[in-house]
């Protein structure tokens, strides 16, 4: 994804150098900021172990460059490691810092702690089929593909952590918090439209909400596109996939399981963080947030997005099908 402002694109370079991502092309591709920028960056961080300007003459960084690489390898080998238990392990190889002063680096190159994603297990068939995907696939080009989904956002989901002193505040929460579906696509070039409904999604609804659709992306990228989706048993039924083969020069094969290749997932996660943090009070509300943050979000991140497929096909192949880190 593209950085808006120059706070975000330190945290960024922070966050991949942290997690093993040294090259300065492949930093590139995967932020768009440019490489004269990156390494200019990768000096001050070699050199003093952040990327912010050396304060002249005041108190030294207390974490290194060296020190933050035996982090990043730290808690990738162990997640759940404590603040106080790194501290205590940084001691052992002579760096002394306190565990407030750990979990302030970890915050700023971008970990958080939190609970892990629920994600649907994967089978070593699984495994198997999602490696010979991305095989498949790597070298494609991705500037005709139009990714698709649906998504839930709930009222009064109370997931925005907040800093705040003495007693915790209370957030009250109706006992009934309506969910709002949204279905919606993007590609390169665009955006459909976002379709939002509370009803049922059965595969005949699913039929009328592309039959609505097609015609915008077949505008926004004329032939030979083609339309990605899961495997959701709406979208493979037998109504869906001849509607699908009368009007769609190709349908993307997508392996099982697979929410972390496909990047509208990580779109729809922009979005719902957007909307939450705006706090709407009403169904109304909701439903009006959710389509202005649609229709915000900046082309950058639509190309970044697509563009990334060639780095997730390369990592599901060296993670031999396990899940990625998208």
């Known amino acids: 994804m593209p950085c808006t402002n120059k706070k975000t694109s330190h945290e960024v370079l922070l966050s991949l150098w942290s997690n093993g991502i040294h090259n300065a092309k492949e930093l590139h591709n995967l932020t768009n900021i440019p490489l004269s920028t990156i390494y200019d960056n990768i000096k001050k961080i070699k050199k003093n172990g952040t990327i912010e300007h050396a304060g002249g003459n005041g108190r030294p960084k207390k974490i290194t460059a060296s020190a933050s690489r035996t982090l990043g390898q730290y808690v990738r080998h162990d997640t759940s490691l404590s603040t106080r238990t790194l501290a205590k392990k940084l001691e052992n190889t002579g760096v002394e810092v306190s565990y407030r002063t750990v979990g302030r680096h970890l915050s700023s190159v971008g970990y958080v702690k939190r609970l892990p994603k629920a994600t649907p297990m994967l089978t070593e068939a699984h495994k198997l089929k ?6 498949k696939h790597i070298n494609n080009r991705w ?13 009064f989901r109370n997931t925005v952590e907040r800093w705040y002193k ?20 993007f590609c390169v070039k665009g955006k459909t439209s976002l379709f939002c409904f509370k009803q049922i999604m059965n595969a005949e609804f699913y039929v009328e909400i592309l039959r609505t659709h097609i015609p915008e992306i077949s505008q926004m990228l004329g032939d030979h596109w083609r339309f990605q989706q899961d495997n959701d048993p709406k979208h493979t039924s037998r109504l869906a996939k001849a509607f699908l083969e009368e009007n769609v020069p190709v349908i993307l ?13 990580n779109l729809w996660a922009i979005i719902k963080s957007k909307v939450e943090k705006r706090m709407p009070k009403n169904i109304s509300e909701l439903e009006e947030f959710m389509v202005e943050e649609w229709e915000n979000i900046p082309e950058t991140v639509l190309i ?3 563009k990334s497929m060639r780095r997730r096909c390369e990592l599901i192949i060296e993670n031999n099908g396990e899940r990625i880190p998208y």
């Open 304 to 306: 970044n997005l697509s």
């Open 166 to 185: 003495g007693e915790r505040p209370v957030r009250r929460m109706p006992k009934d918090r309506t969910k709002i579906m949204a279905w919606g696509g």
């Open 253 to 265: 094969e997508w392996p099982s399981n697979s929410p972390d290749l496909n990047p509208i997932e």
């Open 143 to 155: 500037n005709k593909t139009i990714f698709t989904d649906e998504i839930a956002f709930q009222l």
């Open 130 to 135: 999602r490696v010979e995907w991305a095989r």
